[in-house]
């Protein structure tokens, strides 16, 4: 989710955007995926890519993204607004984005938010004096079977508690290297701890051996 309210124009940056060499190179690939005249569907690309180059989505940014894809720069800016993922203003070194939606909420998502005030020192929106972090809520990422869940980046953080989040928190605070995807070591979204069902391979017997299922037509009496 970004990290400002809704803007109604682009915020124009104080340092105007430019593609890089290895950013424009990369837009040329991309563009190169789409055919003749269809540009412009390069633009969720495109600005993707100049967000991870620039932090943000400037006005400038989307004045470079609508040159490169002949879009008229109104055009680009409805699609920035448009997708959350776009940051309409600038950002700290991190993005935490924290899940409040109801799964995460059952399973503590109101103690996630307040380890990042208690680490960060600031609320939804805002950034912390030390530019480590932007704190947003987010509308449910797509993990709830591994709530309550954070993303900072393009990295899910999952099964977490007050505790646990502190601690991740304040790595990303301090810039140390932390672990994403489950903080209880969980696999995937497995039970926790060991297996409850399926503890022994349906399709095999004792000796190994496949078993073939029982067709349908069989079992009815009709074969
Ligand atoms: S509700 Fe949080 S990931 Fe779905």
Not at 40 to 59: E, F, K, N, T, Y
Not at 83 to 92: L, Q, S
Not at 129 to 134: E, K, V, Y
Request: some cysteine.
């Amino acid at each position: 989710m970004s990290a400002e309210t809704t803007p109604t124009a682009p915020a124009r940056d104080e340092t105007p955007f430019a593609f890089s060499e290895a950013s424009l190179e990369e837009a040329r690939r991309i563009l190169a995926k789409y055919p003749e005249g269809r540009a412009r569907s390069g633009i969720l690309p495109l600005l993707d890519l100049a967000q991870r180059q620039h932090g943000w989505v400037s006005q400038s940014v989307v004045e470079a993204v609508a040159e490169m894809t002949g879009a008229p720069p109104i055009r680009v800016w409805e699609v920035a607004t448009f997708y959350t993922m776009y940051n309409k203003a600038p950002i700290g070194r991190a993005h935490v984005e924290i899940c409040t939606n109801l799964p995460c909420w059952l399973r503590g998502s109101d103690e996630i938010m307040r380890a990042a005030r208690d680490v960060f020192g600031v609320g939804f929106g805002e950034t912390s004096a030390d530019g480590a972090a932007t704190v947003s809520s987010a509308e449910c990422l797509g993990a709830c079977v591994n709530a309550p869940m954070v993303q900072i980046g393009d990295d899910y953080y999952e099964d977490l508690d007050y505790d646990s989040a502190v601690a991740l928190f304040t790595a990303i605070k301090e810039g140390r290297p932390v672990k994403a995807g489950s903080q209880i070591d969980r696999q995937c979204s497995a039970p926790q701890g060991t297996p409850t069902s399926l503890t022994t391979d349906p399709t095999t017997d004792e000796g190994g051996r496949w078993i073939a299922p029982e067709s349908p037509a069989a079992s009815s009496g009709t074969a």
